[in-house]
Nanobody
Framework: QVQLVESGGGLVQAGGSLRLSCAASGRTFGNYAMGWFRQAPGKAHGLVAAISRSGARTYYADSVKGRFTISRDAPKNTMYLPISSLKPEHTAVYYC????????????????WGQGTQVTVSS
């Protein structure tokens, strides 16, 4: 059974940082590209960052370039997203997902999803 479990969210003041983690199990970690998505209140679900199977290639939404860094640790079957210089507009539920494709930008590219972790940034 494939499972993706996010952790690391919470309440943080503007300017603060968090490190989101996504622990994967149930299938061979290195065979799947992964991504982080977020959904803010009243807004559409969208990609934040994506990473290839090996971790050699990454993709970032323009809004987070230079601020967020996606990575993955194969021995730990875990993907990470340290997020810094947070602003209230970064408040959202952050989801991790896996895709059997070489890479994925759209939600439909991904076949398994975690339950999400809430990030709330206070002003």
């Amino acid at each position: 059974q494939v499972q993706l479990v996010e952790s690391g969210g919470g309440l943080v003041q503007a300017g603060g940082s968090l490190r989101l983690s996504c622990a994967a199990s149930g299938r061979t970690f290195g065979n799947y590209a992964m991504g982080w998505f977020r959904q803010a209140p009243g807004k559409a679900h969208g990609l934040v960052a994506a990473i290839s199977r090996s971790g050699a290639r990454t993709y970032y939404a323009d809004s987070v370039k230079g601020r967020f860094t996606i990575s993955r640790d194969a021995p730990k079957n875990t993907m990470y997203l340290p997020i810094s210089s947070l602003k209230p507009e970064h408040t959202a539920v952050y989801y991790c997902a896996e895709t059997p494709r070489v890479s994925g930008i759209y939600s439909d590219d991904y076949d398994y999803w975690g339950q999400g972790t809430q990030v709330t940034v206070s002003s």
